[in-house]
């Protein structure tokens, strides 16, 4: 290998933000400390010691492949073929360091490879809208940190159709002193109570449509939970983040937040204040049981920034799960109302109203329209395989989604997942395709077929 290629190599892995490398430097020095730690040692008398770190080490590598069927109409067949095929390869290394049980450190590293003809006509779509391409055309891609307090994301090769990237998704310390804890760094949090739909889930939400969520994107916040007696809890988080065009953290871009979690037998109810980016949202939620099924709903006001004209609207959603014996089978079904309060039934213009556009881009919002059903079945084929079907459906249109799938547990360590997505509804349809003003052609409604195979450790 000539000299210039390892340099290039080493300043890839190294990454060339200054805050990449203080955090990375960070993460080592705590990896290094396992060594130093974890192993224990003999005291002067020729007993063993305890180790004042304790270490706890996972992750996963995983397969996947996928194809889609463009249909005739389709914005993608104007830069490439009816059917796309691509596939990634993906590592997560996952640390956890113990001291005392008072402190705790948490780090995953991941790397992922990934390419194929989708990747490959994203950066064509580009072109062809002239380096701007419209919300809802070409999503996906590799993570971006430029909103974020840490920038810890570095791409190590790019080319037509492939990429190959690696990132630290959680760096966070938690300090657990008798009050309450603290955790300060990237780390994930889900607030609600939504399955696929969940309005007071601010930051990073997961989209209806993923079906994998082993990991939601962490996000580099200050999270202080405080227990209230025997009520329930208090949780705080503080969310800095960077305008993305000057790089400075500001406070229209950050979120502050607030949420009471109070219980009463098997009742719960949250209460939500938050300031988030130049908006306040207001949430309202609830769970119970009714026999021997489970009820959730969560309701927010969202109250807009002085300058947006539409300046308030809400959002509710509402679910109920259960499970049963059906045909000497373990059978786990849900069903879930979501109304969107600043959607449309005008797509083209949704697509280009701010207010949805802007959610869009910041992973917050995943639809256009206003009402949705959504349904989700469980079958317990066998002890290790599983059926799953799920359905989600625009009623005003009416247009949808349906997604089975099937997983295998080969062994306790393996699985394998293959299913599909198929959609459904006339053109002009959410679901269905919809036309991109000034253009032939619509939003992707593609058909696909997907697999994977993911060995944890």
């Not at 249909?71 to 796309?84: D, L, Q, T």
């Not at 309060?341 to 639809?367: C, H, M, N």
Request: proline share 5%; aromatic share 14%; glycine share 12%.
């Amino acid at each position: 290998m000539m000299d210039s290629d390892v340099r290039f190599a080493a300043s890839a892995l190294w990454g060339e933000s200054p805050r990449a490398r203080i955090y990375l430097f960070l993460v080592l020095f705590s990896f290094s400390g396992i060594f130093g730690f974890s192993a224990g040692g003999t005291s002067a008398g020729g007993g063993e010691k305890a180790a004042p770190i304790e270490a706890d080490w996972g992750g996963y590598l995983k397969a996947t492949g996928k194809a889609s069927f463009q249909p005739a109409g389709s914005v993608y067949r104007a830069v490439g073929p009816e059917n796309y095929l691509g596939g990634s390869l993906e590592g997560r290394l996952k640390n956890t360091l113990f001291w005392k049980r008072r402190l705790r450190f948490e780090t995953h590293y991941e790397m992922v490879a990934s390419g194929g003809d989708t990747q490959e006509a994203r950066d064509d779509l580009a072109v062809l809208f002239g380096g701007s391409v419209p919300d809802g055309v070409a999503p996906g891609g590799v993570p971006s940190d430029d909103r974020r307090l840490m920038d810890l994301t570095s791409v190590i090769k790019e080319d037509d159709g492939f990429v190959l990237y690696h990132r630290l998704d959680r760096l966070a310390l938690t300090a657990s002193p008798d009050w309450g804890t603290v955790t300060a760094g990237r780390q994930a949090l889900t607030w609600g109570n939504g399955f696929l739909f969940n309005p007071m889930d601010l930051f990073n939400p997961f989209s209806p449509t993923d079906i994998e969520r082993d990991y939601k994107l962490g996000d580099d916040m200050l999270f202080v939970q405080v227990p209230a007696s025997a009520i329930g809890s208090v949780q705080m988080l503080y969310v800095p983040r960077r305008d993305p065009g000057a790089g400075d953290v500001t406070w229209d871009e950050s979120s502050l937040a607030l949420k009471g979690h109070l219980f009463k037998g098997s009742e719960e109810f949250d209460l939500m204040a938050a300031k988030h980016y130049q908006d306040y949202v207001f949430g309202l939620g609830g769970a119970g049981t009714i026999g021997d099924a489970a009820w959730r709903a969560d309701f927010t006001w969202t109250h807009l920034a002085q300058d947006n004209p539409d300046r308030d609207y809400p959002s509710f959603v509402a679910n109920i799960d259960y499970s049963w014996i059906w045909w000497k089978k373990n059978v786990y079904g849900f069903a879930e109302f979501f109304y969107s309060g600043v959607g449309k039934d005008d797509y083209q213009e949704a697509l280009s109203d701010p207010t949805i556009a802007t959610r869009i881009a910041r992973g917050e919002l995943f639809t256009l329209g206003r009402s949705y059903l959504a349904g989700h079945l469980r079958i317990e084929v066998h002890p290790l395989i599983h059926l799953l079907f799920t359905a989600i459906t625009n009623v005003e249109d009416p247009s949808g989604l349906i997604q089975p799938r099937l997983t295998w547990d080969i062994t306790g360590d393996l699985q394998l997942l293959v299913g599909g997505n198929v959609l459904w509804g006339a053109k002009g349809s959410e679901y269905g395709g919809i036309s991109i003003p000034g253009t032939p052609y619509t939003t992707p409604a593609a058909d696909s077929m997907y697999g994977w195979l993911a060995y944890y450790f």
